[in-house]
């Protein structure tokens, strides 16, 4: 699990954004989310993109590890040139797994 995989990294003290929705990985970290969407709804993209696609921005700067589950929606977002050039130049794929990958700034 993500959680396990943060605590032996000793990464789970830093700030984690989790891209999917899973807002009980922040429960169990003790974190606040570092957006006001922690759980993000299929239509919410294209409904409000460019305020919540600056808003994702915001929150992924602010973020030391990304938790991007692999599911239909984290993919659709990761495809917003933004978020993808962000991802690109910032972050390094520390772990890869079946249902999830991490990154690290």
Do not use: C, H, W
Request: hydrophobic content about 45%.
């Amino acid at each position: 699990m993500a959680i396990n995989s943060l605590r032996k990294k000793k990464l789970a003290e830093k700030q984690v954004f989790v891209l999917g929705n899973r807002p009980e990985i922040y429960y169990f970290l003790n974190q606040l989310p570092p957006t006001y969407f922690p759980v993000i709804l299929p239509f919410v993209p294209e409904f409000y993109s460019s305020f919540f696609e600056k808003d994702l921005i915001n929150a992924l700067r602010s973020a030391n590890v990304v938790i991007v589950f692999k599911d239909d929606l984290a993919k659709k977002i990761l495809k917003l040139k933004r978020i993808k050039s962000l991802f690109d130049n910032q972050f390094k794929l520390i772990e890869n797994k079946e249902n999830y990958k991490i990154y690290y700034r």
